[in-house]
Protein backbone atom coordinates (compact mmCIF):
# COMPACT_ATOMS: atom_id res chain seq x y z
CA UNK A 1 0.00 0.00 0.00
CA UNK A 2 1.32 3.53 -0.72
CA UNK A 3 0.70 6.08 1.58
CA UNK A 4 1.75 9.82 1.21
CA UNK A 5 2.80 11.30 4.87
CA UNK A 6 1.70 14.34 6.48
CA UNK A 7 3.94 15.62 9.50
CA UNK A 8 2.39 18.25 10.96
CA UNK A 9 2.76 19.77 14.97
CA UNK A 10 -0.61 19.69 16.59
CA UNK A 11 -1.38 23.63 15.82
CA UNK A 12 -0.47 23.35 11.88
CA UNK A 13 -2.94 20.23 11.36
CA UNK A 14 -6.45 21.30 10.36
CA UNK A 15 -9.42 20.11 11.31
CA UNK A 16 -10.01 17.08 8.67
CA UNK A 17 -6.45 15.99 9.43
CA UNK A 18 -7.08 15.90 13.39
CA UNK A 19 -10.88 14.68 12.69
CA UNK A 20 -9.25 11.48 10.76
CA UNK A 21 -6.69 10.95 13.25
CA UNK A 22 -8.76 10.96 16.21
CA UNK A 23 -11.55 9.13 14.39
CA UNK A 24 -8.95 6.25 13.50
CA UNK A 25 -7.42 6.36 16.96
CA UNK A 26 -11.05 5.66 18.39
CA UNK A 27 -11.85 3.02 16.49
CA UNK A 28 -8.56 0.94 16.88
CA UNK A 29 -7.69 2.18 21.07
CA UNK A 30 -11.50 2.35 22.22
CA UNK A 31 -13.36 0.30 20.12
CA UNK A 32 -10.95 -2.60 19.45
CA UNK A 33 -8.85 -2.76 22.46
CA UNK A 34 -11.34 -1.37 25.17
CA UNK A 35 -12.34 2.30 26.41
CA UNK A 36 -10.04 4.42 27.87
CA UNK A 37 -9.90 8.25 27.06
CA UNK A 38 -7.17 8.41 24.17
CA UNK A 39 -6.82 12.57 23.35
CA UNK A 40 -4.65 14.11 26.05
CA UNK A 41 -2.63 17.05 26.61
CA UNK A 42 0.00 15.02 25.35
CA UNK A 43 -1.31 15.85 21.49
CA UNK A 44 -0.84 19.30 21.66
CA UNK A 45 3.23 18.78 22.55
CA UNK A 46 3.61 16.23 19.78
CA UNK A 47 4.25 16.20 16.17
CA UNK A 48 1.73 14.20 14.44
CA UNK A 49 2.37 11.69 11.30
CA UNK A 50 -0.47 10.38 9.27
CA UNK A 51 -0.45 8.15 6.42
CA UNK A 52 -3.09 8.37 3.41
CA UNK A 53 -3.87 6.02 0.68
CA UNK A 54 -4.49 6.85 -2.75
CA UNK A 55 -7.82 7.57 -2.08
CA UNK A 56 -7.10 9.68 0.45
CA UNK A 57 -8.20 7.72 3.37
CA UNK A 58 -6.41 7.67 6.61
CA UNK A 59 -4.46 4.08 7.07
CA UNK A 60 -2.04 4.92 9.58
CA UNK A 61 -0.71 7.73 12.20
CA UNK A 62 1.49 7.82 15.30
CA UNK A 63 2.52 11.31 17.14
CA UNK A 64 6.01 12.16 18.81
CA UNK A 65 5.74 13.91 22.32
CA UNK A 66 8.11 16.54 22.66
CA UNK A 67 11.31 15.24 24.79
CA UNK A 68 10.86 16.23 28.63
CA UNK A 69 6.71 15.39 28.28
CA UNK A 70 6.58 12.15 28.76
CA UNK A 71 10.31 11.27 28.81
CA UNK A 72 13.16 12.91 28.61
CA UNK A 73 13.82 11.66 24.78
CA UNK A 74 11.27 12.14 22.02
CA UNK A 75 8.67 9.50 22.46
CA UNK A 76 6.66 7.67 19.48
CA UNK A 77 3.03 6.63 20.77
CA UNK A 78 -0.63 6.19 19.68
CA UNK A 79 1.12 4.03 16.65
CA UNK A 80 -2.22 2.68 14.82
CA UNK A 81 -3.00 1.17 11.28
CA UNK A 82 -6.81 0.96 10.16
CA UNK A 83 -7.78 -2.50 9.85
CA UNK A 84 -7.56 -3.28 6.17
CA UNK A 85 -4.04 -1.70 6.11
CA UNK A 86 -2.09 -4.39 8.36
CA UNK A 87 -0.43 -7.09 7.30
CA UNK A 88 1.09 -5.65 4.29
CA UNK A 89 3.86 -3.67 6.38
CA UNK A 90 1.88 -0.14 6.86
CA UNK A 91 3.05 -0.40 10.17
CA UNK A 92 6.47 -0.78 9.49
CA UNK A 93 6.72 1.82 6.72
CA UNK A 94 4.80 4.06 9.74
CA UNK A 95 7.27 3.16 12.57
CA UNK A 96 10.26 3.92 9.99
CA UNK A 97 8.79 7.08 8.72
CA UNK A 98 8.01 8.44 12.80
CA UNK A 99 11.67 7.22 13.51
CA UNK A 100 13.07 9.03 10.72
CA UNK A 101 11.61 12.29 11.35
CA UNK A 102 12.58 11.94 15.07
CA UNK A 103 16.50 11.35 14.20
CA UNK A 104 15.81 14.49 12.00
CA UNK A 105 14.45 16.44 14.51
CA UNK A 106 16.46 15.32 17.78
CA UNK A 107 19.33 14.05 16.05
CA UNK A 108 21.51 13.02 18.89
CA UNK A 109 18.86 11.88 20.93
CA UNK A 110 17.60 7.93 21.49
CA UNK A 111 13.64 7.46 21.10
CA UNK A 112 11.47 5.74 23.93
CA UNK A 113 8.14 4.03 23.41
CA UNK A 114 5.73 2.33 25.77
CA UNK A 115 4.60 -0.57 23.40
CA UNK A 116 2.28 -3.21 23.75
CA UNK A 117 4.36 -6.10 25.11
CA UNK A 118 2.59 -8.67 22.82
CA UNK A 119 4.62 -5.95 19.88
CA UNK A 120 7.91 -6.40 22.03
CA UNK A 121 9.49 -8.42 18.79
CA UNK A 122 8.07 -6.01 15.84
CA UNK A 123 9.83 -3.01 17.96
CA UNK A 124 12.58 -4.95 18.04
CA UNK A 125 12.89 -5.16 14.62
CA UNK A 126 13.41 -2.19 14.69
CA UNK A 127 16.44 -1.16 17.19
CA UNK A 128 14.05 -0.74 20.21
CA UNK A 129 15.50 -2.68 23.35
CA UNK A 130 13.18 -3.37 26.29
CA UNK A 131 14.32 -1.29 29.34
CA UNK A 132 11.77 -2.17 31.77
CA UNK A 133 9.44 -5.34 33.45
CA UNK A 134 5.81 -5.52 32.02
CA UNK A 135 3.72 -3.23 33.61
CA UNK A 136 -0.11 -2.41 32.63
CA UNK A 137 -1.53 0.22 31.15
CA UNK A 138 -5.02 0.77 29.98
CA UNK A 139 -5.29 -3.11 31.17
CA UNK A 140 -3.33 -3.92 28.55
CA UNK A 141 0.28 -5.29 29.06
CA UNK A 142 3.08 -2.80 27.75
CA UNK A 143 6.92 -2.31 28.15
CA UNK A 144 9.08 0.12 27.52
CA UNK A 145 11.42 0.37 25.22
CA UNK A 146 14.46 3.09 23.55
CA UNK A 147 16.13 3.23 20.77
CA UNK A 148 19.45 4.63 21.26
CA UNK A 149 20.43 7.92 19.27
CA UNK A 150 21.94 7.16 15.69
Not at 81 to 104: D, F
Request: glycine fraction near 10%; proline fraction near 5%.
Amino acid sequence: MMLTWTWARFDDLGVHALHDALALRCKVFILEQGPYQDPDEADKKSYHLLGYDEAGALQACLRVVDPGVNYPEPSIGRVVTAKEARGNGTGRALMQEGIARCSQAWPDRGIRISAQAHLRGFYGSLGFEAVSDEYLEDHIPHIEMLRKAG
